[in-house]
């Protein structure tokens, strides 16, 4: 009996070893998720600063794929209603997650109800809004937002809906520098606060909370203005912008920003997206998705301290030296019109190629706009940039997913695991001894190996992955090289619009 006691407590003990690894393995795969899961919401934050927002929504996405924990899922789900909410016109899609939230997590039922409170006051649906706010205050009289409820309850009941006003032709604020210690500007005629001084050149730096400028102290913000274009000066980065320059001290450096007016910025914006010997409708197209774009940002940063940033995270703005007559000639043809879709100015997204086929926003990044739709284009196969191809080693691409935070070891394959209507592979299914999974490919293996797009094909080699791929980008909205063509073939800018943004309309602002 003893003997038989021995044994069966020996084959515990070795069920117990040999199920300790696994259960090791386990924990540790999930916390590498995690870690995945973590990266990206805060990447996210990154992407919404530069004006990203679709990759943003895709990091949230990954992040509540591949957690398994409840806090994380929660945290992704009110961080991309509140994306979607605030920058991207999606408050149907916002209102559904706090749906979810408040019937799938109780520990975040309070929170959900307040933002869907709000975004229904603010969206002007004030009798749901009500309802609504009036459920929160019945379950949470002592929330933590019970005073910002209140407010909101009192103006609902008494608001009137007032009419849009006009849009008037805006200045734009273009973030040159966020943190820099020192900026030298000049400048004919230059005015610090409307005051001429008797220099062409000012060196302005920070020093103990405040700003000096030739030595002398300001306060914070200060404007400098000239008679002609300003060249701004920052190590070895300088740049000449028209408008004026606006200094403010902020996180105990100089933040430097652009104040200049909207066409005036589109001088500059033009020709550094497209070349200006490009074909004349196809600038003007380029100046019309760029005008909606930056009039898009500035409505939707109204609280920022910026509208834009100067380079590709927004557009590219690489200042007067950039200007040339062709595009100018195209900004001014095309002065104050704008793509609207219901009424707003639509998020014109554009990448450089389409590999032949445009993206639809709703497979790729869950956002369904009208206008950001799959389609052939096959005008842009004949464009830059429309096919690529990447080979990388095994070892290289577990080294290349452990930078991103994934864990694999002993990769054996890449197999496509969801598709969009355009090809591009919106999921990948990675086959491992460890870490494997199914995961976005644009937050994973498109990060990891810097693949130009998804709209690739994956063959293996023996040791060897090869990615063979179309286009240039997301895919979303306008191709640059496919409009080239377009233009070269003859098209008007209205019909490159329309071809590249369907189910919208051009209007004239201002």
């Not at 995690?34 to 934050?45: F, M």
């Not at 001084?197 to 400098?224: D, H, L, M, Q, R």
């Not at 104050?336 to 997204?349: D, H, Q, S, T, Y």
Request: charged share 25%; glycine share 8%.
């Amino acid at each position: 009996m003893r003997g038989h006691f021995v044994k069966g407590y020996i084959f515990c003990l070795i069920c117990i070893f040999c199920l300790l690894p696994i259960t090791l393995w386990a924990e540790d795969d999930a916390l590498s998720s995690e870690r995945l899961a973590q990266w990206n919401i805060n990447y996210a934050s990154y992407l919404i600063d530069v004006g990203k927002y679709l990759e943003a929504l895709d990091a949230y996405n990954t992040a509540y794929e591949v957690t398994v924990y409840r806090k994380t899922k929660l945290k992704a789900l009110l961080y991309k209603a509140n994306l979607l909410s605030t920058f991207l016109d999606a408050e149907k899609e916002a209102l559904e997650i706090y749906d979810q939230v408040i019937k799938e997590y109780p520990e975040g039922e309070e929170i959900a109800l307040y933002r869907k409170g709000l975004l229904l006051f603010d969206m002007g649906r004030f009798e749901e809004a009500t309802k609504v706010l009036e459920v929160y205050v019945k379950k949470y009289p002592k929330g933590r937002f019970i005073f910002q409820v209140e407010v909101l309850l009192e103006k609902a009941k008494k608001a009137i809906v007032k009419p849009v006003p006009k849009v008037k032709r805006p200045k734009v604020r273009v973030l040159l520098h966020r943190r820099v210690k020192k900026v030298a500007i000049e400048g004919k005629g230059l005015l610090i606060d409307g005051n001429p001084i008797p220099k062409n050149a000012i060196s302005c730096y920070f020093k103990n909370g405040k700003i000096y400028i030739n030595g002398s102290e300001f306060s914070s913000p200060v404007t400098i203005s000239a008679k002609s274009p300003l060249k701004v000066i920052s190590g070895r980065n300088k740049k000449t912008v028209r408008g004026r320059i606006s200094l403010k001290v902020k996180d105990n450096n100089l933040m430097v920003t652009n104040i200049i007016d909207i066409e005036d910025y589109l001088l500059s914006v033009v020709p550094s997206e497209s070349y200006a010997s490009w074909p004349l409708e196809t600038l003007k197209a380029q100046a019309v998705a760029a005008r909606t774009y930056a009039i898009y940002q500035a409505l939707h940063r109204k609280n920022w301290e910026y509208d834009l940033v100067d380079n590709e995270g927004d557009q590219a703005y690489r200042g007067v030296e950039r200007e040339d007559p062709r595009s100018t000639k195209a900004v001014i043809e095309t002065e104050g019109l704008v793509l609207i879709e219901e009424k707003r100015p639509i998020l014109a997204m554009y990448t450089a190629n389409s590999g032949g086929y445009t993206a639809s926003a709703g497979s790729i990044f869950k956002l369904y706009k009208s206008y950001l739709i799959a389609h052939p284009d096959p005008a842009s196969l004949k464009g830059k940039m429309s096919h690529w191809k990447r080979a990388y080693t095994v070892k290289q691409v577990e080294r290349a997913l452990r930078g991103i935070g994934l864990k694999i070891r002993g990769l054996q394959d890449i197999l496509p695991a969801e598709k969009g209507p355009s090809g591009r592979i919106i999921k990948v299914r990675i086959v491992a001894k460890r870490g494997g999974g199914v995961f976005r490919t644009r937050t994973t293996l498109r990060r990891a190996l810097k693949l130009p797009e998804i709209l690739f094909s994956i063959h293996k080699s023996r040791d060897k992955f090869v990615f063979e791929g179309r286009g240039w980008g997301h895919g979303v909205g306008y191709s640059q090289w496919g409009a080239e063509e377009l233009g070269k073939a003859g098209k008007s800018f209205a019909e490159i619009l329309s071809f590249y943004y369907p189910n919208t309309r051009l209007k004239k602002l201002w």
